[in-house]
């Protein structure tokens, strides 16, 4: 599995997660790569708890865990209101 994490400051609607809603603001986002699956994961910055995105896991056929974590950046930079529902890494 490969592991990274960031910090990245929600775009605009935020992140859709499946425990809480939509969170916005500084937070620390984690793209965890196993086979053809990705799971995508968000926390407020310095808290403790971890919530999904929603409509994950993502599948990432062809691409490994560095250009889906960059990938995922930049959504979340440009706000996932909607979750990964729609989203496409194939």
Do not use: N
């Amino acid at each position: 599995m490969e592991r990274r994490e960031s910090r990245v400051e929600a775009g605009p609607g935020g992140v859709m997660t499946d425990e809480v809603g939509v969170i916005t603001g500084d937070l620390t986002l984690v793209t965890e790569v196993a086979g053809d699956q990705a799971a995508i994961r968000v926390q407020y910055t310095g808290a403790e708890e971890w919530y999904t995105v929603a409509g994950g896991p993502l599948k990432v056929v062809g691409h490994d865990g560095h250009w889906v974590h960059a990938a995922m950046v930049l959504a979340v930079e440009h706000g996932l209101p909607e979750g990964l529902q729609g989203f496409d890494l194939t």
